[in-house]
């Protein structure tokens, strides 16, 4: 059973473009609920920066990621919190290494 949401929560993933999966990791390392070992402010200044990189929208607006065109990246976090601590970290590893594979 919680293999299953590992596994739909990464197809979600997948069905991401560029930009949805850098909000969302930038949302990770954001995010109280995760405990990854990992520098977080190093992971959140790679993902900012690249995302600048490619939306100019994101350079030069405040992003409230509550909105609802974010839906997904909502929909993704709230579905992070549900799990246990050891599959979040399997699903941010997984979107990490999917953005690093796409730099």
């Not at 990464?10 to 949302?27: F, Q």
């Not at 900012?48 to 490619?54: E, F, G, M, Q, S």
């Amino acid at each position: 059973m919680e293999e299953d949401k590992v596994k739909n929560v990464i197809n979600i993933i997948k069905d991401m473009n560029i930009k949805d999966k850098l909000r969302l990791a930038i949302c990770i390392n954001d995010s109280q609920w995760f405990t990854l070992d990992y520098d977080k402010r190093e992971m959140y200044n790679k993902f900012d920066t690249h995302l600048r990189k490619i939306d100019e929208k994101y350079c030069t607006t405040l992003i409230n990621f509550g909105q609802s065109k974010y839906f997904i990246i909502n929909f993704t976090m709230a579905k992070l919190m549900e799990m246990e601590q050891t599959d979040r970290n399997k699903i941010a590893l997984y979107l990490f290494n999917s953005i690093k594979h796409k730099e």
